[in-house]
């Protein structure tokens, strides 16, 4: 090898050398112009296991090593396996688990939103329902949570997290907020400055393609089939009231284990796959273990960036 050439690759290695830990594939924007970042991670699914338990203290490492810096979390729903059909020892098993590596690995600011499979007991043969903390009870303590919907606000973000999951009826559960949460969004978007703008958290998506794409195939009529439990099915209701706040300008979701990016009527809709990929057993369809990146501009818009960890 000519000297020259030694010497060009020696400065290239030197160069990888300096490259900080934390990876980001964007740069920030200047600080102008940049109001908020944070890391959106949903479907942990952690439960008793070398895997999930590596996989969620990873997935948290890899957060705090950011650059640049995140400044808080979002956790969007289905922090443990499940507990829809768990006993209550089970139930206590993931929760403590989930506490203990979050607690040991994080140092951020955490905002939680209850998902399907933290809600305990509703699938049981025999349902606890005498238990105090049946149903959401049990989530709400456990993520520390004044209430299983709430608003947080963040500069000029107005943050709104919600309650998606409703036991149906009919059997199962269904996604859509229940009358009593719609009364409070209502009032919640009302006092909302209107110079702020507004970002909705769920953990099933409002609106979303990928709701169509779980079961990676059609029906035997060929259609696309989006279940009640995949996706809102108050989208309607919500579509003409989110048209009355022009400020409103993004939606959060988790659940599917898919990733999307959706615009429609001036509202960007984020599906952000999951943590567990497919419950830690690798990547579900096309979409590795990963979480998101979000940047929250002045200006009203943002960016997402999907980061496998």
Known sequence: MKRKDFLKLSSAAAGLSLLPEALTAREAAPAARRSLRFAYLTDIHVKPGEVPEKGMAKALQHVQKLRPKVDFIINGGDSIMDALAATAESTQTQWDLFNKILKQENNLPVYPCIGNHDVYGWFQKNPDTSNPLYGKAWAVKALQMSERYYHFNKGKWDFIVLD??????????????????????????????????????????????????????????????????????????????????????????????????????????????????????????????????????????????????
């Not at 009302?190 to 953990?203: G, K, L, M, T």
């Not at 809102?232 to 209701?237: C, G, I, K, P």
């Not at 988790?254 to 999951?274: F, M, P, T, V, W």
């Open 164 to 309: 998606s999951t409703q036991l149906n009826p009919a059997g199962g559960y269904i996604g859509k907020i229940d009358d009593e949460q719609l009364v409070w969004l209502k009032n919640k978007l009302a006092e909302i400055p209107s110079d702020h703008y507004i970002s909705i958290i769920s953990h099933i998506p409002i609106l979303s393609i990928c709701s169509g794409l779980f079961f990676n195939k059609n029906e035997p009529n060929g259609d696309l089939k989006i279940q009640r439990n995949l996706m809102h099915t108050d989208f309607l209701e919500l579509k003409k009231l989110f048209r009355q706040y022009p400020n409103l300008k993004s939606c959060l979701s988790g659940h599917i284990h898919l990733q999307d990016e959706l615009r429609y009527l001036d509202i960007s809709y984020y599906c952000n796959g999951a943590v567990s990929g497919a419950w830690w057993k690798g990547a579900y369809q096309e979409f590795q273990p990963a979480y998101a990146v979000f940047e929250y501009f002045n200006d009203g818009t943002c960016t997402r960036e999907m980061v496998p960890y």
